[in-house]
T-cell receptor, first 113, second 117 residues
Framework: AQSVTQPDIHITVSEGASLELRCNYS??????LFWYVQSPGQGLQLLLK??????LVQGIKGFEAEFKRSQSSFNLRKPSVHWSDAAEYFC???????????FGSGTKLNVKP | DGGITQSPKYLFRKEGQNVTLSCEQN?????MYWYRQDPGQGLRLIYYSQIVNDFQKGDIAEGYSVSREKKESFPLTVTSAQKNPTAFYLCATTATGRGAAHTDTQYFGPGTRLTVL
């Protein structure tokens, strides 16, 4: 069965520090992979996506993610966090040819001044 | 201005009432989805539709109903059979539908917060 795991429920980092949010998935083939960000009371905004090709993908707001097939992971990174990055982040898997999506339970990011 | 609109932003329901949440899109996307979001549980799929006049149940369809009479509209009705409807509801779309060569990217509306009084 397909599943997405985000092992960290809450993460706190200092402004200017680097960030890595973890995502592991379970899927029978190579899925399509996504990271979204959600501010309180808002919808989800797409940060980046991986379909194929280069396993390091760049997204908006200075975020990047790396697909590691051997580890079934798609971790999100940012070299220097800004206070405005405080939000909840969701990893998602898309099932090719079925047009369905599976979401992790989210990681809430707090940024200390 | 293209996008996905959901209305109302806040909705209050009394016990035993049915309520309908609106989702409209002008992106000309084929597929539309409804998710329910509860704290700490991520997004759970309620219903989805890949073409007009067709829709499928998601993982938590009990107590909900939908229709897809027009490509741009996918309203969700929360019926009195849904025992715990208080949640944040998100509508989403993808450009491609059934029979597409690959899954496309999903885009989200701003959400509706439903509270049962």
């Amino acid at each position: 069965a397909q599943s997405v795991t985000q092992p960290d429920i809450h993460i706190t980092v200092s402004e200017g520090a680097s960030l890595e949010l973890r995502c592991n998935y379970s899927y029978g083939a190579t899925p399509y992979l996504f990271w979204y960000v959600q501010s309180p009371g808002q919808g989800l905004q797409l940060l980046l996506k991986y379909f194929s090709g280069d396993t390091l993908v760049q997204g908006i707001k200075g975020f990047e993610a790396e697909f590691k097939r051997s580890q079934s992971s798609f971790n999100l990174r940012k070299p220097s966090v800004h206070w405005s990055d405080a939000a909840e982040y969701f990893c998602a898997v898309g099932a090719p040819n079925f047009n369905k999506f599976y979401f992790g339970s989210g990681t809430k990011l707090n940024v200390k001044p | 201005d293209g996008g996905i609109t959901q209305s109302p932003k806040y909705l209050f329901r009394k016990e035993g009432q049915n309520v309908t949440l609106s989702c409209e899109q002008n992106l000309n996307h084929d597929a539309m989805y409804w998710y329910r979001q509860d704290p700490g549980q991520g997004l759970r799929l309620i219903y989805y539709s890949q073409i007009v006049n067709d829709f499928q149940k998601g993982d938590i369809a009990e107590g909900y109903s939908v229709s897809r009479e027009k490509k741009e509209s996918f309203p969700l009705t929360v019926t009195s059979a849904q025992k715990n409807p208080t949640a944040f509801y998100l509508c989403a779309t993808t450009a491609t539908g059934r029979g597409a060569a690959h899954t496309d990217t999903q885009y989200f509306g701003p959400g509706t917060r439903l509270t049962v009084l």
